[in-house]
């Protein structure tokens, strides 16, 4: 079974330059020039290898049956185009990968939602150069210094409080 020659480009190339990031294009417009360089050169060729003269070949060369032999061999030759074993599986795995970018936009939907609430809340407050600490303590309980409640050591932080200092490493300290 010989192969088809393909007389246009199945790839649709104002498409995927409307993909391509701005830093990236000059990258693309390379691999689009290589692209068209092969198939100027492919299609400079005939589709097909042009027809031996055999009876040229018969009238020049001395030994006898030489150019029938090789003639035979080579009419007898047939070298067959690959079968297509992945197109199947390409298909599969493009399937795949459609559920997964649906299930990536609607998930991102989701956290897009959440990040809006989160600005609106955000937007909502008093710009932290003019809160006072009860403001902050009103907009950030959970954050906020509770002496009463929860009192803490200067300066403050997480890291610098009693219950969660490591106190096997400043024992090798001392």
Known sequence: MAAKRI???AINWASLAERVPEHQ???FIAFKAKHDNYLRRVM???ESAPAIDWA???AKVPVAGMVDDFQKQYTALNIPYPPD???GQIDTLEKEIKSDIAKFKVESSARIEEYKKQ???LSSLIPFDQMTMEDYRDAYPEQALDPINRPTFWPHGFEDQLENKDWSKEEEHH
Do not use: G
């Open 44 to 46: 400079a060729n005939p």
């Open 56 to 58: 040229f070949y018969k």
């Open 25 to 27: 294009k000059n990258i």
């Open 7 to 9: 007389s246009q480009s």
């Open 119 to 121: 600005l609106a809340h």
């Open 85 to 87: 074993n992945v197109s």
